[in-house]
């Protein structure tokens, strides 16, 4: 077994404000994703807990309980892809399916903003839980993943296409990147509520968190090891190098992390990283800050209302007013029909 190695903190202090010990320096905490490096099994990843933001998301619209935790799978898997964006642009994951929750959308706007909202059908999603039979796979049925990154005009979407056939968010995720990245990639993810004392009472608040793992390595010879699939070599390649069993070693260690791990403000993404990886030596870097932030606009609504014909003006007013609610924040926008009088 190697010898313990430091934990390695970048952009937290100056060694003139102090000498940073696990447990001392400044955590990212909730809201923030954590990049980190672990360099001798040639692995780099995004660990993150959502707190207060992802309550924020979740209790606006009150859902019930099985479709908030599935939104909020979707939440932590969206920021932990969209955040590693290195332009100017949003990452997208959309589900479309036959199930009693057909649609999950979550939007990741560079460089921090998300917002995210479910669809439901109220009579099939509570004839299930009555039934006991709120599994993912219940509840998603068949259909399709969509990952796609938009760059913006000008440019060409990039798009992933996952089937949905019984799998759940993680094993969705695991299959597009290896079928698409091409990469060896391993998530973790964990939705629960947290019941916290207040004036009040007692206040129950969502929360979630994940992590993410890929094999990155920049020798040649790692890029064929037997352990990994899918590599650039031949059967008689592979037994020219000697066997490195990095990848199904950091396997081993995602393995023994805890559900409860990914979402304990008391352990942290630092710490957690710690407990994982302290005989090799982890690199974490300052934690990326993720916002419940909409895109929606009074001004954006005018511009597509303008583009209406007076038909669609009339056919869209009501009670003598048109009331546009935007799906993901809720907020509502209200309009006089005369301002769009041609």
């Known amino acids: 077994m190697a010898a313990p190695r430091s934990f390695v903190m970048l952009e937290t202090h100056t060694l003139a404000e102090h000498k940073p010990q696990l447990g001392e320096f400044g955590f990212a905490g909730d809201d923030h994703v954590v990049p980190y490096e672990v ?6 990843g995004r660990t993150v807990q959502l ?3 992802l309550d924020a998301i979740l209790s606006r619209h009150n859902y019930p309980e099985p479709v908030a935790r599935l939104l909020a ?3 932590v898997l969206t920021v932990l892809l969209g955040t590693s964006l290195k332009f100017e642009g949003k990452f997208i994951l959309q589900t479309r399916t036959d199930g009693p929750v057909d649609m999950l959308v979550a939007d990741f706007s560079t460089p921090h903003a998300l917002r995210a909202y479910a669809r439901f ?3 099939r999603l509570q004839a299930l839980t009555a039934a006991g039979e709120t599994s993912q796979q219940t509840l998603l049925g068949n259909g399709v993943l969509a990952l796609t990154i938009d760059q913006g005009a000008h440019t060409q979407r990039y798009q992933g296409i996952v089937q949905l ?3 759940s968010l993680e094993d969705a995720a695991r299959t597009y990147f290896r079928q698409s990245e091409q990469i060896p990639t391993e998530i973790k993810m964990s939705v629960a509520k947290l019941v916290t004392p207040g004036p009040a009472g007692a206040r129950e608040q969502w929360r979630a968190g994940g992590l993410l793992a890929q094999f990155l390595p920049q020798a040649p010879e790692r890029m064929r090891i037997p352990d990994i699939s899918g590599g650039d070599g031949d059967d008689r390649e592979l037994t020219d190098h000697p066997a490195d069993n990095s990848w199904q070693e950091l396997l081993a260690l995602l393995g023994t992390i805890e559900p409860t791990e ?5 352990v942290g993404a630092e710490r957690l990283l710690y407990r994982l990886f302290h005989e090799h030596g982890v690199r974490v870097f300052r934690g990326v800050p993720v916002a419940d932030q909409c895109s929606c606009s009074r001004e954006k609504i005018y ?5 209406f014909s007076a038909q669609e003006i009339k056919d869209s007013t009501e009670d003598g007013g048109i009331h546009v609610a935007c799906e993901f924040c809720s907020t509502q926008y ?3 029909p005369a301002e769009f009088v041609k």
């Open 39 to 44: 360099a001798p099994l040639d692995v780099r």
């Open 51 to 53: 707190g207060p933001m």
């Open 73 to 75: 799978e979707a939440c």
């Open 121 to 123: 059908d109220a009579d």
């Open 165 to 167: 056939d019984g799998t």
């Open 262 to 266: 990914l979402i304990d403000p008391t």
């Open 303 to 307: 511009g597509i209302l303008e583009g």
């Open 334 to 336: 209200d309009f006089d």
